[in-house]
């Protein structure tokens, strides 16, 4: 178990939640609109979940758009990026 006000912060804004040897969960909050995020491809999956707001994810070309509710995953190796729109 673990309580999120004592979890560990990155320097991206996100919050560590849990960590395993094959999966992670974090938490962002509050992020503002800006400029998209550069792209990454991780060694990982990465899996999300939108809790509130609204964001644009863009895939290997894919783009898709986020809303409170929705969630996804990005392949293991694909490059990818976000786009907040609502915090």
Do not use: C, F
């Amino acid at each position: 178990k673990v309580q999120s006000a004592h979890s560990p912060k990155g320097d991206m804004g996100q919050i560590y939640l849990a960590s395993g040897k094959n999966v992670a969960m974090r938490l962002w909050k509050n992020e503002e609109p800006g400029e998209p995020k550069p792209a990454i491809a991780r060694d990982y999956e990465t899996v999300g979940y939108v809790l509130s707001g609204r964001a644009e994810l863009v895939s290997e070309g894919q783009t898709v758009i986020l809303e409170a509710g929705d969630s996804w995953v990005v392949p293991k190796g694909a490059a990818h990026t976000y786009h907040i729109h609502e915090p």
